[in-house]
Nanobody, 115 residues
Framework: QVQLVESGGGLVQAGGSLRLSCAAS????????MAWYRQAPGKQRELVAG???????NYAESVKGRFTITRDNAKNTVFLQMNSLKPEDTAVYFC?????????WGQGTQVTVSS
């Protein structure tokens, strides 16, 4: 059973930076896509950034130029570097990993950006 554990969330002032990490354990099949989603109170969960195994990335328009997603395939780990944070980035951030068989979710980490 694959487990995803996120870390790196917290409270930061607007304009600051945070780096999220997500490590997958119990992996016995190849992970294809890894991604970060977020969910703010009263809103639907939305894709923030995704990265394929080969390194191709895609980003939500709202975070382009501020966030960078990277991954370490050997360690089944994905990172999200978040710069120039805004209050509207406040949300619970979830890690997602997709194999050929199913997807997995982490428990989420809270990111709060104060104005």
């Amino acid at each position: 059973q694959v487990q995803l554990v996120e870390s790196g969330g917290g409270l930061v002032q607007a304009g600051g930076s945070l780096r999220l990490s997500c490590a997958a354990s119990g992996v016995i099949v190849r992970i294809n896509t890894m991604a970060w989603y977020r969910q703010a109170p009263g809103k639907q969960r939305e894709l923030v950034a995704g990265i394929l195994r080969g390194g191709y990335t895609n980003y939500a328009e709202s975070v382009k130029g501020r966030f960078t997603i990277t991954r370490d395939n050997a360690k089944n780990t994905v990172f999200l570097q978040m710069n120039s944070l805004k209050p509207e980035d406040t949300a619970v951030y979830f890690c997602n990993a997709e194999t050929n068989y199913r997807g997995y979710w982490g428990q989420g980490t809270q990111v709060t950006v104060s104005s």
